[in-house]
Nanobody
Framework: VQLQASGGGLVQPGGSLRLSCAPS????????MGWYRQAPGKQRELVAH???????NVADSVKGRFTISRDNAKNAVYLQMNSLKPDDTAVYYC????????????????WGKGTQVTVSS
């Protein structure tokens, strides 16, 4: 199974983008889901995380601008990004934690391949 992220692109400062991420095939369950980003020359950092109960944790650098949400029926996670800044430019990765493919399967974490977000005028 792969996590497929989409929605990245080029946007002007102040603009908005919505990222989506979902498994490439049916899965049994998934625990936490999150978005991370990695800018050139920098370490990958957590942007936002959401639990199955929809409890969220958002990085201070994007608080008030980014919103994470999930659709448990689709095992999908979304990141609504508003008021984008050039510093938000990075490759954004989604992560699924505790993924099981069947009722007796063991849990694994999966990463998506990443989607490029570029904020520039």
């Amino acid at each position: 199974v792969q996590l497929q992220a989409s929605g990245g692109g080029l946007v002007q400062p102040g603009g908005s983008l919505r990222l989506s991420c979902a498994p490439s095939r049916s899965i049994y369950s998934i625990r936490g889901m999150g978005w991370y980003r990695q800018a050139p020359g920098k370490q990958r950092e957590l942007v936002a995380h959401i639990t199955p109960a929809h409890d969220t944790n958002v990085a201070d650098s994007v608080k008030g601008r980014f919103t994470i949400s999930r659709d448990n029926a689709k095992n999908a996670v979304y990141l609504q990004m508003n008021s984008l800044k050039p510093d938000d430019t990075a490759v954004y990765y989604c992560k699924g934690e505790g993924v099981t493919l069947g009722p007796t399967d063991y849990e694994m974490d999966y990463w998506g391949k990443g989607t490029q977000v570029t904020v520039s005028s």
